[in-house]
T-cell receptor, first 113, second 114 residues
Framework: AQSVSQHNHHVILSEAASLELGCNYSYGGTVNLFWYVQYPGQHLQLLLKYFSGDPLVKGIKGFEAEFIKSKFSFNLRKPSVQWSDTAEYFC???????????FGTGTKLQVIP | DVKVTQSSRYLVKRTGEKVFLECVQDMDHENMFWYRQDPGLGLRLIYFSYDVKMKEKGDIPEGYSVSREKKERFSLILESASTNQTSMYLCASNPLDRRDTEAFFGQGTRLTVV
């Protein structure tokens, strides 16, 4: 069965600091990878996705992620965070014929002004 | 604008009650999912369905059942609600044949069982 690990549960950064959130998955076949964001009181929204091609993908609001197949990783990055990036971030994977979505446990990001 | 709509934002139910959570999507997606979201545990899959009347157990199906009589509607049923089912419940959908398409989520139903 596929699984997703997010090792950072709670991250606190000052504004303008750089961000990197780790995500590792376990699945030997072809995967599609996603990062979702949940702002306080709002529903889950897609930040970015990877399904093929360039392993460096860019998403909304200045976020990017790099797929490293050899490391089974899909880390999320942002060069300079803003207070408005305070949210919970979830890494997710789909694979197999049914495109079932498996999520990591999430990382709460708190950005201090 | 694509939409996944959950019938209630907040619900309070008593222990032992039968509870129905409803979800409707307007994107003609084959797949629909029910997750529960708990602090520190992320989103855990309860059940999913890839077609009308078809269902598959997820990671935590105990105490839940589902119904999919129409393509656009997926219901989660708590046969006899218990306090450990107090949680945020999220419905999602995605297309079965488009692996480059993400899942779309409803706004969630916060269920409290007292």
């Amino acid at each position: 069965a596929q699984s997703v690990s997010q090792h950072n549960h709670h991250v606190i950064l000052s504004e303008a600091a750089s961000l990197e959130l780790g995500c590792n998955y376990s699945y030997g076949g072809t995967v599609n990878l996603f990062w979702y964001v949940q702002y306080p009181g709002q529903h889950l929204q897609l930040l970015l996705k990877y399904f093929s091609g360039d392993p460096l993908v860019k998403g909304i609001k200045g976020f990017e992620a790099e797929f490293i197949k050899s490391k089974f990783s899909f880390n999320l990055r942002k060069p300079s965070v803003q207070w408005s990036d305070t949210a919970e971030y979830f890494c997710a994977v789909t694979s197999g014929g049914y495109q079932k979505v498996t999520f990591g446990t999430g990382t709460k990001l708190q950005v201090i002004p | 604008d694509v939409k996944v709509t959950q019938s209630s934002r907040y619900l309070v139910k008593r222990t032992g009650e039968k509870v129905f959570l409803e979800c409707v999507q307007d994107m003609d997606h084959e797949n629909m999912f029910w997750y529960r979201q708990d602090p520190g545990l992320g989103l855990r899959l309860i059940y999913f369905s890839y077609d009308v009347k078809m269902k598959e157990k997820g990671d935590i199906p105990e105490g839940y059942s589902v119904s999919r009589e129409k393509k656009e509607r997926f219901s989660l049923i708590l046969e006899s609600a218990s306090t450990n089912q107090t949680s945020m419940y999220l419905c999602a959908s995605n297309p079965l044949d488009r692996r480059d398409t993400e899942a779309f989520f409803g706004q969630g139903t916060r269920l409290t069982v007292v």
